[in-house]
């Protein structure tokens, strides 16, 4: 079945750096979605990737869908401590959304 | 805040007990979800609800027993549970049951079971 592969697992980073985490689908994706999940939380829906090669912004977030529509990015720039949490992929071809295990932010002050 | 609401937001119940999670939303959406997350893993969809009807099983265990008896609420029945089954059960509403809708998840109910 369909799988979405996301790095890096974990991810620490000075406060003010920027973070990036990548994600990989075995199959053409028909959108891409990203969440985040504060520790304690439940999933916040962030954004939505439709077309092939789509740049969206939101303030320090920068989400990207790839050119074949099979892999995805997110980044922040300048982290904060607001921004820990765990950045869930999730896409879908034919098949319902399927999660990537996430990428987990810690920001040290 | 979330604008979906789930209860109750703890249980704790014995492998031989009967309970009941349930979910409620009134955004007018479709669609409603059961998933269930391990500490430090992806939410696992376990059951899809498209207008009312049972549209997606992920081969869930029949101890889990999923109701929709209209588009606002979803229950969750439990019955004879295993220590493995404890975990966070969430929630999720979207405005239909249509893979790319963005998804809007509740606090969860977090299991524990004895």
Redesign the interface.
């Known amino acids: 079945g369909q799988q979405v592969m996301q790095i890096p697992q974990y991810q620490h980073v000075q406060e003010g750096e920027d973070f990036t985490t990548y994600c990989n689908s075995s199959t053409t994706l028909?959108?891409i979605?990203w969440y985040k999940q504060r520790p304690g939380?439940?999933?916040?829906?962030l954004i939505?990737l439709?077309k092939s090669g789509e740049v969206k912004k939101q303030k320090r977030l920068t989400f990207q869908f790839g050119e074949a529509k099979k892999n995805s990015s997110l980044h922040i720039t300048a982290t904060q401590t607001t921004d820990v949490g765990t950045y869930?992929c999730a896409g879908?071809g034919n098949?319902?959304?399927v999660?990537?295990?996430?990428t987990?932010l810690s920001v040290i002050a | 805040d979330?604008e979906v609401t789930q209860t109750p937001k703890h249980l704790v119940m014995g492998m031989t007990n009967k309970k009941s999670l349930k979910c409620e939303q009134h955004m007018g959406h479709r669609a409603m979800y059961w998933y269930k997350q391990k500490a430090?893993?992806?939410?696992?969809?376990m059951f899809?609800y498209s207008y009312e009807k049972l549209s997606?099983n992920e081969s869930v265990p029949s101890r889990f027993s999923p109701e929709c008896p209209n588009s606002s609420h979803l229950f969750l029945h439990l019955h004879t549970l295993q220590p493995e089954d404890s975990a966070l059960y969430?929630c999720a509403s979207s405005q239909t049951g249509v893979?790319?809708q963005?998804?809007?998840?509740?606090?969860?109910t977090r299991l524990s079971i004895l």
């Open positions: 028909s959108n979605q939380g439940h999933p916040v829906f939505q439709v869930f879908s098949t319902p959304l999660f990537g295990k996430g987990r | 979330t430090k893993k992806p939410p696992e969809l899809v997606i969430l893979s790319y963005p998804q809007h998840f509740g606090d969860g």
